[in-house]
């Protein structure tokens, strides 16, 4: 089932912050965030574990509730290169189901 | 290292028609999937496979076939080819539980 993602959309000026949740009904064993710009391949943010661990990129950050299934991708100071839809990734064993997405779109 | 290649990149099909997509990554990784993205449905998992010779069934697997038989590449094949199949197709691969997923750069499938 794939997971929940909120806001669909999100409409920044540069320097403005944004919250991206995702949530699943599954226990989960990781999340993924991952980011793509128009007519291109996702390109891979982060990835939390059950248990704490966090690998990514270091100007993002993310936070993952295990107990409720639940992520939320913070992106702060945002810049024009931030634009894209962004989707997160939910593994409860091999399979990675993605959501639907949100769309970003910052303007200077 | 050119990560994952998908083959091809365009292609325009006939109802009825059948065809192989192939998804070839050269990181020896174990798990790799098959994706198809519509307009606001996000991307769907169709079939993933976890190691050489198996295969699993994914979110949206009617219609496709896939096969796995070397570590490499994994094929995905549409028998009979539908309108409803009109989409992106992306294949990613990843070398474990824990590992992030890298993607092909997709291919644009136009059934008429």
């Known amino acids: 089932q794939q997971p929940v993602q909120s806001p669909q959309a999100v409409i920044l000026r540069e320097g403005e912050d944004a919250v991206i949740n995702c949530s699943s009904s599954?226990?989960?064993?990781?999340v993924h965030w991952y980011r793509q710009k128009h007519g291109e391949a996702p390109v891979f943010l982060m990835i939390?574990?059950?248990?704490?661990e966090q690998k990514g990129h270091e100007k993002i950050s993310a936070s993952f509730n295990e107990k409720k299934q639940q992520s939320s991708l913070y992106l702060t100071a945002s810049q024009l290169s931030y634009s894209g839809t962004y989707f997160c990734?939910?593994?409860?064993?091999?399979?990675?189901?993605f959501g639907k997405g949100t769309t970003l779109s910052v303007s200077s | 290292n050119a990560g994952v290649t998908q083959t091809p990149k365009f292609r325009v099909l006939k109802t009825g028609q059948s065809m192989t997509l192939l998804c070839a990554q050269d990181?020896?990784?174990?798990?790799m999937y098959w994706y198809r993205q519509d307009p606001g449905m996000g991307l769907r998992l169709i079939h993933y496979?976890?190691?050489?010779?198996?295969?699993a069934k994914g979110e949206v697997p009617d219609g496709y076939n896939v096969s796995r038989l070397k570590k490499q590449n994994f094929l995905l094949g549409l028998e009979s080819a539908a309108p409803s199949q009109t989409s992106v197709y992306f294949c990613?691969?990843?070398?474990?539980?824990?590992?992030?997923?890298?993607f092909g750069q997709g291919t644009r499938l136009t059934v008429v």
């Open positions: 990613a691969s990843r070398d474990r539980a824990e590992g992030e997923a890298f």
């Open positions: 599954k226990a989960l064993y990781s």
């Open positions: 939390l574990l059950k248990g704490g």
């Open positions: 990734g939910t593994a409860s064993g091999t399979a990675l189901i």
């Open positions: 990181m020896n990784h174990e798990y």
């Open positions: 496979s976890v190691g050489e010779g198996t295969t």
